[in-house]
Structure formats: structure tokens, C-alpha cells
């Protein structure tokens, strides 16, 4: 049973970092293209931010260009998200993916990330 298992969310003031960790025991990582979403209170499911199998390719969504940051460790089958300068906009509950084209998707339950002075 593949599991995603998200943390490092909290309560940030306005301008503050928190980084995010994903976690894929038991998943085939390095064949696996991941990526984080978010999604707050009345709103879709977004994309934030995606990486490529080996991270040598990276996308973000234009609202978190700049200040988030995508990164992955395929030796410790783990996903990152730096979030610099964040905004009370960034507030909503983070959730990573694991997906590659013939492959099962999965993901992870969500961090709350909560940006408030």
C-alpha cells in the first residue's frame, strides 16, 4: 500500500518560510513525476508547483514564482517545498501527488499551512 505522507505546515506570520516535506516509502520514486497542489476554503484545487522524475525540470504556478521552490530526493524518496515570503494567500491545505503516464496516482492527505499575523 503506497502511501504520501505530508508535513512541516503550521502557523506562519506573513513574510516567514516553512518548508515542506513528502514522504513515499514503499513507491517506485525516481519513476514518478511529483508535484504539491493546494487548495483553501471555497476555492479549486490549484497546482503550485511540479518536478520532473530526475528534477531537472521544474514548473510553478505564476502566484508562487520567486518564493517557492520544488526540489527532490530520490534516495530518500522524499518531495520539498520551500516557501519563502509567504502571503495570507498562500493559506489552504498543501496536498503532494506522485503520477506518471501508465502508472497508478496517488496522493497525500494535506498539511494545513495557515499564514497569519
Known amino acids: 500500500q503506497v502511501q504520501l505522507v505530508e508535513s512541516g505546515g503550521g502557523l506562519v506570520q506573513p513574510g516567514g518560510s516553512l518548508r515542506l516535506s513528502c514522504a513515499a516509502p514503499?513507491?517506485?520514486?525516481?519513476?514518478?513525476?511529483m508535484s504539491w497542489h493546494r487548495q483553501s476554503p471555497g476555492n479549486n484545487l490549484e497546482l503550485v508547483a511540479e518536478?520532473?522524475?530526475?528534477?531537472?525540470?521544474?514548473n510553478y504556478a505564476d502566484s508562487v514564482k520567486g518564493r517557492f521552490t520544488i526540489s527532490r530526493d530520490n534516495a530518500k524518496n522524499t518531495v520539498y517545498l520551500q516557501m519563502n515570503s509567504l502571503k495570507p494567500e498562500d493559506t489552504a491545505v498543501y496536498y503532494c501527488?506522485?503520477?506518471?503516464?501508465?502508472?497508478?496516482?496517488?496522493w497525500g492527505r494535506g498539511t494545513q499551512v495557515t499564514v497569519s499575523s
Open positions: 501527488k506522485a503520477a506518471q503516464i501508465g502508472r497508478p496516482v496517488y
Open positions: 514503499g513507491l517506485l520514486f525516481s519513476d514518478f513525476g
Open positions: 518536478i520532473s522524475r530526475t528534477g531537472a525540470r521544474t
